[in-house]
């Protein structure tokens, strides 16, 4: 059974940073590219970055410059570091595994960026 579980989502003011965790089973971690999505209220769900089995790292031009994505595959586990944090990225974030046609979901957590 794939599990994929999120965490670390908070309530933090503008210009402050989280750090968002997911921790993956059930899969062969390392040959899947992980990747963060969020969907704010009333709006799709929207790409804010990959990380590819091989490394290669792509990220939504909203968050280039503050946003990192890791991986640690001998942990399982993907990582977003975020920084600068705006009230816009105020979202749910779900974390995401694809390798061909395999394309698993968490269940997403909350940020929110609010004075």
């Known amino acids: 059974q794939v599990q994929l579980v999120e965490s670390g989502g908070a309530l933090v003011q503008p210009g402050g940073s989280l750090r968002l965790s997911c921790a993956a089973s059930g899969i062969s971690f390392s040959v899947y590219h992980m990747g963060w999505y969020r969907q704010a209220p009333g709006k799709q769900r929207e790409l804010v970055a990959n990380?590819?089995?091989?490394?290669?790292?792509n990220y939504a031009d909203s968050v280039k410059g503050r946003f990192t994505i890791s991986r640690d595959n001998a942990k399982s586990t993907v990582y977003l570091e975020m920084n600068s944090l705006k009230v816009e990225d105020t979202a749910v974030y779900y974390c995401n595994a694809k390798l061909r046609w395999d394309d698993y979901w968490g269940q997403g957590t909350q940020v929110t960026v609010s004075s």
């Open positions: 990380v590819f089995s091989g490394g290669t790292r």
